[in-house]
């Protein structure tokens, strides 16, 4: 295999762009959907547990899929994987269109979810692979930009679409999108690594995977039976004893499916942690803010959807920027501001969750993208930058995976909390909401308020 220099070219623009697209389209689609929860119900005739799978089954299958990408790129060409991803997620996004029942249309989500599982990890592995060390934390945040822009989009998108044509043409305008970024792709996508043939570790697979479905079935439970039930105590058993049997083998294997000694570096463990914590309220955010807004406030979904548009916007746009920070006067500047950030966001939604109109849902989710595009991005980049470069696949399978299952397991509690302050049997559907979802801002704040104390133990080690 011929040496590939590391530089800026048309062909790794081009690539960053195609995998960043179906990266994109995924999160838009998550995102837009959120919005047509409550159209959903009535027309599905489901209820608030169930409609949610349609987020939660989309991050578990990412969150099963993307631990394989490090093994997927040892074994395969990068551009046979972008293919394969992408047509999935056309495959996916035609039978959503067409689903005429919600578990159809489940699985449409979840066939969209494995093309998006193999893409995501591809666009960071290609930036890892070919971006010059200097220029590493800038198009870390073109990255972070591509994908971060789709919660700015998919709110006022999906409610806007859904509002003039249904919700069914969230999934039709994207084909031709991605119709165009499977020939950027296909021009751009590059070979730089020799590919290998290893055998694929299924056991060590299968551990992860029964220990991740035990988590998110054990969240979703919970919201109708609590989570000191038998079932749902049960379920959180058995995925605590499925990872630690996932670790034991991981570490005895010759090719396990993630080098988890990589969790080794507290660096990297702690930063991932930060990500972790992220997600998590991110996606807590946006199941609460649109459901809140139209149930409690009377908004429209359309109107819901744009209350994260400013936000987003300007939060993605400053991605890029607190990577030039970073790659500048180092990491601890623009982490803190982020984490800081995300804290006053949650609390902020937490003292004014009874009394939010328009201005406060945007200016106080302002602070959240702010803080997000500041943390994220340099969280990860210093996380990866501190292992040695053998490790850096799978440390960004680590911290991919991470992300959706925070993400899942996010959707997953602030439901539960919503769900049943909803069936209490006391108070109005609206006040209800309210106080349920009250409940789920203060868990966010309390997170928030972890990734800070995280930061403070990454200054007492002296690592960032």
């Not at 040892?74 to 972008?82: Q, V």
């Not at 294997?253 to 930060?274: G, I, M, Q, R």
């Not at 459901?291 to 979904?301: E, R």
């Not at 180092?330 to 995300?342: N, Q």
């Amino acid at each position: 295999m011929d040496f590939v220099e590391k530089k800026i070219d048309l062909k790794l623009i081009l690539s960053v762009v195609a995998t960043g697209i179906l990266s994109f389209a995924g999160v838009v689609v998550e995102m837009a959907m959120n919005i047509t929860f409550p159209t959903l119900i009535q027309e599905f005739r489901i209820g608030t547990s169930t409609v949610q799978w349609l987020t939660t089954g989309y991050l578990l299958m990412l969150a099963l899929i993307i631990p394989t990408s490090s093994w997927m790129k040892k074994n395969f060409k990068t551009k046979n994987l972008f293919c394969t991803a992408m047509t999935l997620f056309l495959c996916g996004t035609l039978l959503a269109l067409l689903a005429p029942s919600f578990w159809l249309l489940l699985a449409g989500r979840v066939i969209q979810g494995i093309g998006t599982g193999i893409a995501l990890p591809l666009m960071f592995n290609i930036v890892l692979e070919q971006v010059p060390e200097e220029n590493m934390g800038f198009m870390m945040g073109v990255a972070t930009l591509i994908t971060a822009m789709a919660p700015a989009v998919g709110p006022s998108f999906g409610g806007a679409i859904a509002t003039v044509f249904g919700w069914r043409m969230i999934f039709a305008v994207l084909i031709p999108v991605l119709l165009i970024a499977f020939a950027f792709g296909i021009i751009g996508i590059r070979q730089v690594s020799k590919v290998e043939r290893t055998s694929f570790p299924l056991m060590n697979w299968a551990l992860l995977a029964i220990s991740f479905s035990g988590i998110i079935f054990a969240a979703s439970f919970a919201s109708e039976m609590g989570w000191l039930s038998v079932p749902v105590m049960a379920l959180l058993f058995i995925a605590a004893v499925a990872l630690v049997l996932f670790y034991k083998n991981s570490v005895r294997l010759e090719t396990p499916l993630v080098d988890v000694s990589a969790l080794k570096d507290p660096v990297f463990t702690l930063n991932a942690a930060v990500i972790f914590l992220n997600q998590f309220i991110c996606l807590g955010l946006g199941f609460l803010m649109p459901n809140l807004a139209q149930i409690s406030s009377g908004y429209t979904a359309f109107t819901a959807g744009l209350l994260f548009l400013p936000g987003c916007v300007i939060g993605a746009a400053l991605s890029p920027v607190s990577g030039r920070i970073m790659d500048r006067f180092g990491a601890r500047i623009p982490i803190l501001t982020g984490d800081i950030l995300i804290f006053t966001s949650a609390f902020c939604f937490y003292l004014f969750a009874g009394n939010l109109n328009i201005k406060t849902y945007i200016g106080f989710y302002l602070f959240f993208t702010i803080g997000q595009a500041f943390a994220v991005g340099p969280s990860m980049t210093t996380g990866l930058k501190h292992l040695p470069e053998a490790l850096n696949t799978d440390g960004n399978a680590i911290i991919n995976t991470m992300q959706q299952l925070a993400g899942a397991i996010g959707t997953s509690v602030v439901t539960t909390l919503v769900a049943a302050a909803q069936g209490n049997g006391m108070g109005n559907l609206a006040e209800n909401t309210v106080y349920g979802t009250k409940s789920a801002f203060a868990l966010l704040a309390v997170l928030g308020m972890a990734m800070i104390g995280i930061f403070m133990m990454l200054i007492r080690k002296k690592s960032i």
